[in-house]
């Protein structure tokens, strides 16, 4: 038995997904003609009382055409210094949409209205690029999975709104938010003009994440999505992955994050364990002290088939997702106790 925390996204298709997904209607996705991909995508648009959403192959995909579609060459993006957009795509930013960056340094990955305004540049200044875009994640990964308080969120949508500034969300987690702190996905479709969620993370579909936004946008990055080589044919095969996840698998992940609690706490007793990251949701990051090294920790834990990633040299990520049963997280308690 191996126990993999190193991320939700090693989570494989469960019987009944793949049953789905033997049955799905298919057709031709880029004439417009994949029964399940069109029932994926009103299905999500509907469930956060949005026009429309793009079915996309990735949620760096999805990121990366609503930035394209807000922006033009030579604008400016606001966004944490620890975010996604940033740091895990590629240099994306620069090379699909020729946008620059103002990084914020957040809570947690987490940012406030007030250092949204401090960074929107003056539109007279010709020196300055223009301000056009705030990028939000929630929750974000390297905050630890840290949940936004809503209505920071409502502060911000309202600079964006004083200052002509589009306002997207990476939402590659968005339901561990929503779950953890009661929230509805209609709330933030009334926030945000873009929002990116993964159906291949927490919600264990194999492939896929979708855009959100009004029938405008969502045309224009449905063609956004061709030129980056992104329209798919009988995608309907993964789409329906994708359906069974949103239909399925968001309620149970008030599990997971009752794990990563468990964890947590025994966490909390070693003494060669400094600093641990709020744990709000399904991700753990902790610090590793005195006798041994992140990387040295790591493994340790892999010799007792547990899988983690050290992300920093005295940092280690755990990740808690619907692959992980009771008993796993039994295990993981006991080899942690005796390390
Ligand atoms: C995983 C993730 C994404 C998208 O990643 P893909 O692997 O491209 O699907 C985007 N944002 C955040 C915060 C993520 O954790």
Known sequence: MIIDFRSDTVTKPSKPMLEAMMQAKVGDDVFGEDATVNELESFAATMFGMEASLYCASGTMTNQIAIKAHTQPGDEIICDVLSHIYQYEGGGIAFNSGCSVKLISGNRGRITALQVEESINNFQDVHKPISKLVSLENTANRGGGSCYDFKEIKNIQQVCTNNQLSFHLD???????????????????????????????????????????????????????????????QAGIIAAAGLYALQNNIDRLAQ??????????????????????PVETNIIIFEVKGKYTAQQMVELLKEKNILAIAISSSHIRFVIHLDITESMVQKTIDVLQKL
């Open 256 to 277: 997971d994050h009752h794990h990563a609690q468990l964890i947590y706490q025994t966490l909390q007793q070693k003494d060669f364990i400094g600093e641990i990251l």
């Open 171 to 233: 939402g590659a987690r968005l339901f561990n938010a929503i779950i953890a702190k009661n929230e509805t996905a209609e709330q933030y479709g009334k926030t945000f003009d873009t929002i990116s969620i993964c159906l291949s993370k927490g919600l264990g579909a194999p492939v896929g994440s979708i855009l959100l936004g009004n029938k405008t946008i969502i045309q224009k990055a449905r063609r956004i999505r061709k030129v980056f080589g992104g329209g798919m044919r």
